[in-house]
T-cell receptor, first 112, second 114 residues
Framework: NAGVTQTPKFQVLKTGQSMTLQCAQD?????MSWYRQDPGMGLRLIHY???????DQGEVPNGYNVSRSTTEDFPLRLLSAAPSQTSVYFC???????????FGQGTRLTVV | AQSVTQLDSQVPVFEEAPVELRCNYS??????LFWYVQYPNQGLQLLLK??????LVKGINGFEAEFNKSQTSFHLRKPSVHISDTAEYFC????????????FGKGTSLLVTP
């Protein structure tokens, strides 16, 4: 079982560049979310989705876009990368909010 | 909206000693409570959760936590830690106002030494 797969694992961007972080799950989970992890800050919610076609903003949505066209995929787009977006990004999915959330291995992004 | 406070950023402890990692939350509505563990360079893994019912919940690897509604706390405990328990531990809550998405505390780094 693949679980939650994030690609790429590492990425270096120049300021102003755009890119998409990919997240895919094969567990038929309705609920998916994106977090960023920064030292001393824990994990902060960027965007989340409760099903295909439905997304909403979390705590720190600025500079990020998401869409959910299929149950399996939940890509995160950086429109114009900034050094403040240097972070480790985690995607998670769950069957319901009350059940276990499964996390990907993370994408370490550096913006220079 | 809820907030989660993990009262200790770092907890050093000797092997085989007991440990308690503290978590307090603030919310005006019913919440679900979770503890997750993150080993170095890995994603997060669920340790245990409280949804309703018994206030003492048991999780994997010998961990347990007690929900205290009056003190709005959900402290994590283990009676005897191992070197392999060295990791980052996150308390998280979810509630309907945020679509039940997880809201994490800042984490507690548990360092177990011989």
């Amino acid at each position: 079982n693949a679980g939650v797969t994030q690609t790429p694992k590492f990425q270096v961007l120049k300021t102003g560049q755009s890119m998409t972080l990919q997240c895919a799950q094969d567990m038929n989970h309705e609920y998916m979310s994106w977090y960023r992890q920064d030292p001393g800050m824990g994990l902060r919610l960027i965007h989340y989705s409760v099903g295909a076609g439905i997304t909403d903003q979390g705590e720190v949505p600025n500079g990020y876009n998401v869409s959910r066209s299929t149950t399996e995929d939940f890509p995160l787009r950086l429109l114009s990368a900034a050094p403040s977006q240097t972070s480790v990004y985690f995607c998670a999915s769950s069957y319901e909010w009350s059940t276990e959330a499964f996390f990907g291995q993370g994408t370490r992004l550096t913006v220079v | 909206a809820q907030s989660v406070t993990q009262l200790d950023s770092q907890v050093p402890v000797f092997e085989e000693a007991p440990v308690e990692l503290r978590c307090n939350y603030s919310s005006s509505v019913s919440v679900y409570l979770f503890w997750y563990v993150q080993y170095p360079n890995q994603g997060l893994q669920l340790l245990l959760k409280y949804l309703s019912g018994s206030t003492l919940v048991k999780g994997i690897n010998g961990f347990e936590a007690e929900f205290n509604k009056s003190q709005t706390s959900f402290h994590l405990r283990k009676p005897s830690v191992h070197i392999s328990d060295t990791a980052e531990y996150f308390c998280a809550v979810s509630e309907i106002d945020s679509g039940y998405a997880l809201n994490f505390g800042k984490g507690t780094s548990l360092l177990v030494t011989p």
